[in-house]
């Protein structure tokens, strides 16, 4: 007897429809799954066969094959259990014929039947609905995310004595409403206005928040660079649906999704001390699994104590502030998980702290080497670099609180409903996103704005990516302004933001 049934494997972010095929035959009694399983996979025998008994079905002791197609697909983790069983009791005739029926089945087994949350049912149903599948049956818990997916319909299941009863008519599972798709503005735990003083920084971060530029803060202890930094979020526009949807792939794979969670609606925040690993801030791992520049994604990404983090981490950025994505290559797989992140990085100006040097050169040295532990390339690919001075008593003593984020807030999405207009028929959604190829046509300088860059050209040392980057920071300002054209003004701020090599 034979029946096949449907489930999803998951490769990096992306879902892959899997067959599940099961053959029962006559023989000695043997359980025998193929196709690639992880060690996971393989533990499925175990718990299928407690969860069908304990559902008041009937294992069947004869010789059974499962073979999980593709088989050059790793199968990985225990999201297979529940289109396991629903294929054995298939083949024994216990579900009836539902080998023609386009649903997949998803999610994990306990002992006793009922089915648990697990991980990664977003993309796989995004992936079973590209497939053609109508229906699928997943983990009630991660119903309210399944039903994110438009386009398909999503049963929750809360145990494998559920379905039985579905499928032989003694009840119907009824499928789950559309979620509904709305991001909702969510309340942040700072804001501009609880950072005292320091109105060029807070400029620096609303021109950065308006275009998603890169910055590094630079500063003594006690500055309020970490509150600052924290402050962006509260800054930056609510997720769009489609951004949010994205986000949400990335966490439901990294199983950080709350339970009964359907969108993620905040704008990543990832904060990694700098002791973190280089597999845990770029992904990787025995099975693909997003790091941290992945779980920010249309977020924030903030770096404190940035020399402090490992060269080799340091250097892992270069590729991901470029092209959005981080290429995480290993012996036995090779995928590409997104990173279009806004990277926010703070770093006191010596290894004590605080500015060194006068007279004592020693000092002076050990300051310049600390800052060298960011290389120039990688300080090449940040737009926007701001001292953070010690704040002075008048402005910690004053009574006047600063302008609050929910008024910087507006400014910043009015300046990317302009970019919005200009960026849409690219595929693109702000400025820092410009190509090379775009940025003649959509950086546009009058004539004083060009004689300005030019003559900083040379002065200030512009490699082509800072040219590049400094025309889209300069873009951002004058869409702030709502000007048309970049002027001299946009041109002069945008490079006083940028660094200068021998400032590393």
């Given at each position: 007897?034979?029946?096949?049934?449907?489930?999803?494997?998951?490769?990096?972010?992306?879902?892959?429809?899997?067959?599940?095929?099961?053959?029962?035959?006559?023989?000695?009694?043997?359980?025998?799954?193929?196709?690639?399983?992880?060690?996971?996979?393989?533990?499925?025998?175990?718990?299928?066969?407690?969860?069908?008994?304990?559902?008041?079905?009937?294992?069947?002791?004869?010789?059974?094959?499962?073979?999980?197609?593709?088989?050059?697909?790793?199968?990985?983790?225990?999201?297979?259990?529940?289109?396991?069983?629903?294929?054995?009791?298939?083949?024994?005739?216990?579900?009836?014929?539902?080998?023609?029926?386009?649903?997949?089945?998803?999610?994990?087994?306990?002992?006793?039947?009922?089915?648990?949350?697990?991980?990664?049912?977003?993309?796989?149903?995004?992936?079973a609905r590209g497939a053609g599948m109508e229906r699928a049956f997943v983990p009630a818990m991660n119903g309210a995310e399944a039903?994110?997916?438009?386009?398909?319909?999503?049963?929750?299941?809360?145990?494998?004595?559920?379905?039985?009863?579905?499928?032989?008519?003694?009840?119907?599972?009824?499928?789950?409403?559309?979620?509904?798709?709305?991001?909702?503005?969510?309340?942040?735990?700072?804001?501009?206005?609880?950072?005292?003083?320091?109105?060029?920084?807070?400029?620096?971060?609303?021109?950065?928040?308006?275009?998603?530029?890169?910055?590094?803060?630079?500063?003594?202890?006690?500055?309020?660079?970490?509150?600052?930094?924290?402050?962006?979020?509260?800054?930056?526009?609510?997720?769009?649906?489609?951004?949010?949807?994205?986000?949400?792939?990335?966490?439901?794979?990294?199983?950080?999704?709350?339970?009964?969670?359907?969108?993620?609606?905040?704008?990543?925040?990832?904060?990694?001390?700098?002791?973190?690993?280089?597999?845990?801030?770029?992904?990787?791992?025995?099975?693909?699994?997003?790091?941290?520049?992945?779980?920010?994604?249309?977020?924030?990404?903030?770096?404190?104590?940035?020399?402090?983090?490992?060269?080799?981490?340091?250097?892992?950025?270069?590729?991901?502030?470029?092209?959005?994505?981080?290429?995480?290559?290993?012996?036995?797989?090779?995928?590409?998980?997104?990173?279009?992140?806004?990277?926010?990085?703070?770093?006191?100006?010596?290894?004590?702290?605080?500015?060194?040097?006068?007279?004592?050169?020693?000092?002076?040295?050990?300051?310049?080497?600390?800052?060298?532990?960011?290389?120039?390339?990688?300080?090449?690919?940040?737009?926007?670099?701001?001292?953070?001075?010690?704040?002075?008593?008048?402005?910690?003593?004053?009574?006047?609180?600063?302008?609050?984020?929910?008024?910087?807030?507006?400014?910043?999405?009015?300046?990317?409903?302009?970019?919005?207009?200009?960026?849409?028929?690219?595929?693109?959604?702000?400025?820092?996103?410009?190509?090379?190829?775009?940025?003649?046509?959509?950086?546009?300088?009058?004539?004083?704005?060009?004689?300005?860059?030019?003559?900083?050209?040379?002065?200030?040392?512009?490699?082509?990516?800072?040219?590049?980057?400094?025309?889209?920071?300069?873009?951002?300002?004058?869409?702030?302004?709502?000007?048309?054209?970049?002027?001299?003004?946009?041109?002069?701020?945008?490079?006083?933001?940028?660094?200068?090599?021998?400032?590393?």
């Amino acid at each position: 007897m034979l029946a096949k049934v449907h489930s999803c494997a998951l490769v990096g972010l992306d879902g892959v429809l899997v067959d599940v095929e099961v053959d029962v035959a006559q023989g000695l009694p043997a359980y025998t799954v193929v196709g690639l399983p992880d060690a996971a996979v393989q533990e499925a025998r175990e718990r299928t066969r407690a969860a069908i008994r304990n559902s008041g079905a009937v294992f069947p002791n004869r010789r059974l094959t499962v073979n999980l197609a593709p088989a050059d697909v790793r199968k990985v983790g225990p999201v297979h259990d529940l289109s396991i069983a629903a294929a054995i009791l298939a083949a024994t005739g216990q579900l009836g014929d539902i080998t023609e029926n386009r649903a997949v089945f998803l999610g994990e087994l306990s002992l006793d039947g009922a089915l648990r949350h697990t991980d990664g049912i977003l993309p796989m149903v995004a992936e079973a609905r590209g497939a053609g599948m109508e229906r699928a049956f997943v983990p009630a818990m991660n119903g309210a995310e399944a039903a994110v997916v438009s386009g398909i319909e999503v049963l929750p299941v809360n145990s494998l004595q559920q379905l039985i009863a579905h499928f032989i008519g003694l009840i119907q599972i009824e499928p789950l409403p559309a979620t509904q798709t709305t991001v909702d503005r969510s309340s942040y735990p700072v804001d501009l206005a609880d950072v005292r003083g320091q109105a060029h920084v807070k400029r620096a971060l609303e021109i950065a928040a308006a275009g998603a530029h890169n910055v590094l803060m630079i500063g003594p202890p006690g500055a309020g660079k970490t509150l600052l930094a924290r402050c962006v979020p509260s800054i930056l526009p609510p997720l769009e649906l489609e951004e949010a949807i994205e986000v949400t792939k990335i966490y439901s794979v990294a199983g950080l999704i709350p339970q009964r969670t359907s969108l993620i609606a905040e704008r990543p925040f990832r904060a990694p001390h700098h002791t973190v690993s280089h597999v845990g801030l770029v992904g990787g791992g025995v099975s693909p699994q997003p790091g941290e520049i992945s779980l920010a994604h249309r977020g924030v990404l903030f770096l404190d104590e940035f020399p402090e983090f490992s060269r080799q981490s340091l250097e892992a950025l270069r590729q991901p502030l470029e092209d959005g994505t981080v290429s995480v290559v290993r012996a036995n797989y090779s995928v590409t998980l997104p990173a279009r992140l806004m990277l926010v990085a703070a770093m006191n100006p010596s290894p004590g702290g605080y500015a060194e040097g006068g007279g004592d050169s020693t000092m002076a040295d050990a300051a310049r080497r600390y800052r060298r532990r960011i290389s120039g390339p990688l300080l090449d690919r940040i737009d926007v670099y701001v001292e953070v001075p010690e704040i002075p008593y008048e402005d910690m003593a004053g009574g006047d609180r600063g302008e609050p984020s929910e008024a910087v807030r507006a400014r910043v999405e009015a300046c990317r409903d302009i970019q919005a207009k200009r960026l849409n028929p690219h595929d693109l959604r702000v400025n820092a996103e410009i190509t090379a190829r775009l940025v003649p046509e959509l950086c546009l300088l009058d004539k004083r704005a060009e004689s300005l860059l030019r003559d900083a050209h040379d002065r200030m040392g512009l490699s082509g990516r800072g040219h590049h980057r400094t025309l889209k920071l300069a873009r951002t300002i004058a869409d702030l302004d709502g000007a048309e054209e970049i002027g001299p003004a946009h041109v002069a701020e945008a490079l006083q933001y940028r660094a200068r090599l021998d400032d590393a």
